[in-house]
């Protein structure tokens, strides 16, 4: 009785090859990247190679960083170098919460932009960053937080 060979061979050594080295990617950052790089695959067999391998993401614990090791944010000399957003929060007279996208120069200290809305999602982020750089052009920095916004999966597709 003969076996038919191991197609997945090469394919589990890359999910494996993934995995160490990017040790906070689960399965599906692990798909995005092999999709990424022009793999034609299905999840779900991404999913069974990934647990075949018996791979999990670490819970992690925080650490605390020391104040000497952070380092100052330099102010950017010209316009447009370097835009920095956050969100801001806010409620109307309902209670509803209100979300605002607040987008700064740091040069300038100028808004960008300011985008009200009630709620603004991944795919709802980078529809109005493209928007915004092809009114205003873009910054050769972006920088952000580490809100589930800035780097879900929708974010990452965006940037990459």
């Not at 689960?26 to 990247?33: A, C, P, R």
């Not at 929060?89 to 808004?111: N, P, Q, S, Y």
């Not at 750089?133 to 916004?149: C, F, I, S």
């Amino acid at each position: 009785m003969s076996h038919a060979p191991d197609r997945n061979v090469g394919l589990r050594e890359r999910i494996v090859a993934l995995a160490q080295r990017h040790r906070r990617y689960g399965v599906g950052m692990i798909y995005l990247k092999l999709r990424q790089a022009g793999e034609l695959i299905n999840y779900k067999r991404v999913e069974r190679l990934y647990r075949l391998e018996k791979l999990r993401i670490r819970r992690r614990r925080r650490k605390k960083i020391p104040v000497s090791e952070r380092q100052p944010l330099l102010r950017p000399g010209t316009a447009n170098e370097v835009w920095s957003m956050d969100f801001v929060f806010d409620r109307v007279a309902t209670g509803r919460t209100l979300k605002c996208l607040a987008i700064v120069d740091d040069a300038t200290h100028e808004a960008v932009a300011v985008v009200p809305e009630h709620t603004i999602g991944g795919d709802h982020l980078t529809r109005t960053l493209v928007v915004i750089y092809a009114q205003l052009g873009r910054p050769a920095v972006m920088r952000t937080d580490n809100g589930p916004e800035f780097t879900g999966k929708a974010m990452l597709m965006w940037a990459h």
